[in-house]
Each structure stands twice: as C-alpha cells, then as structure tokens.
C-alpha cells in the first residue's frame, strides 16, 4: 500500500512563530487531506488539497502532487494550535484514506 | 458542509460485554463508511469499509467475529464490539464521503472513547 511519511514528528513553538509541516507520500493520490486532532480526539479538516495551494486565515497548504509531497504552513503560532496534525492520502485505485504518523505540534505561550 | 455524527462519545463497559457504536452521515448519504481506530499516541488505522447493504471488508488482522459493523442505510453504520476485553480498550472513529472521497474529502465523526474494565 502507499507510504504516507510525516515530518517532523514532534515540534514545539513559541507563541507567535511560523512553522513548516512535511508530508511524503510513495504514490499518485486523487485526494489529500490535513487534519488537526484536538486534545478530546476530534479530527478537523483543515485542507482537502490533491493538488494546488490553499489558504485559511493563519494556515495554508501547498501540494505538489508530481513530486508527491505536501507542505502545511502555520503562520503567527498560538497555543490554539496545539496537537496532532495528520496527513491523509487516498489513491486512484482505492477508496481508504491512509494517514501518516503525525506532527505533534506544541505551542507555548 | 458534510457533517458525520458519531454516538456514544465515551463509554465505560464490563469485560465480557457488547458496546455499540453509531456513525450517522447527517446532510448526505453514504454508500461507503469507514471505521478507524486510535490507540493512544498512535496514528489512525483503518479496521473495516462498510458497505450498505452487504458486507463489511475488514483489514487483515481485524477480527470480523469481534467487530461486527451493519450499515443497513445510506445514512446509518453501525460497529459492535463483542465481548469487550480490556485490550479493546480506544479511540473509535468512523469517516464517510459523499462521492468516495473524489470531491471534497472524507469527514470524520468525534469519535468513541471506549474503556473496558
């Protein structure tokens, strides 16, 4: 099955501060998705991005689906922001959604 | 938007029990669902595919006799765990789409936190 990699795992911010979220994947997708995991599990869909860029407020997403990999920008951090952020593919030939490991973003005030 | 409700959102059972969990597509209807489970620090794994009005297909090492998953409607999926034991113990989630996720994406309930004692 595809490959979904995640980096970095782990990343601790000061309020205020930009940061960068990877995500590889090993083959050709048709959707790719960036959640956010809340502290109480909920998973809320910040992008559906297959290709292209997008943005929302403070966040913004860039995938380049040749070189299969996409890109979550946090701009201007704040503590809001903590938690898991995932990634989630879907190829053409099948309708799971795989996710990746995840980045556990802490944002300190 | 696409909204997925999921019920109960916590439960506490007795080892040898069944809990049953409901995943309701509320503003659309889905042929397909899906159920995830989270262990703690974890990422989610995919447990089953529910189809309406056949069986489920399961991941290899997910046993179909312990999670029994009915999807009787287009709006309706339902997952039981049979005879509970504390190492069933996670976080549950399901997903639907309206157009298997070709338009828009998958949506995700809240989840069920489900402990066994």
């Known amino acids: 099955g595809i490959q979904v990699e995640q980096s970095p795992p782990d990343l601790i911010l000061q309020e205020g501060a930009n940061s960068t979220l990877r995500c590889n994947f090993s083959?050709?997708?048709?959707?790719l998705q960036w959640f956010h995991q809340n502290p109480w599990g909920q998973l809320i869909n910040l992008f559906y991005?297959?290709?292209g860029t997008k943005q929302n407020g403070r966040l913004s997403a860039t995938t380049v689906a040749t070189e299969r990999y996409s890109l979550l920008y946090i701009s201007s951090s704040q503590t809001t922001d903590s938690g898991v952020y995932f990634c989630?593919?879907?190829?053409?030939?099948?309708?799971?959604?795989?996710f990746g490991a995840g980045t556990t973003v802490t944002v300190r005030a | 938007g696409a909204v997925v409700s999921q019920h109960p959102s916590w439960v506490i059972c007795k080892s040898g029990t069944s809990v049953k969990i409901e995943c309701r597509s509320l503003?659309?209807?889905?042929?397909?669902m899906f159920w995830y489970r989270q262990f703690p620090k974890q990422s989610l794994m995919l447990m089953a595919t529910?189809?309406?009005?056949?069986?489920?297909?399961?991941e290899q090492g997910v046993e179909k006799d312990k999670f029994l998953i009915n999807h009787a409607s287009l709006t309706l999926s339902t997952l039981t765990v049979t005879s509970a034991h504390p190492e069933d113990s996670s976080f549950y989630i399901c997903?639907?789409?309206?157009?298997?996720?070709?338009?828009?994406?998958?949506?995700f309930g809240s989840g069920t936190r489900l402990t066994v004692v």
């Open positions: 997903s639907a789409s309206q157009l298997g996720g070709a338009l828009g994406g998958y949506t």
């Open positions: 083959d050709s997708v048709n959707n």
């Open positions: 991005i297959p290709s």
């Open positions: 989630a593919v879907q190829t053409i030939n099948d309708y799971k959604l795989s």
């Open positions: 503003d659309f209807q889905a042929t397909t």
């Open positions: 529910s189809n309406e009005g056949s069986k489920a297909t399961y």
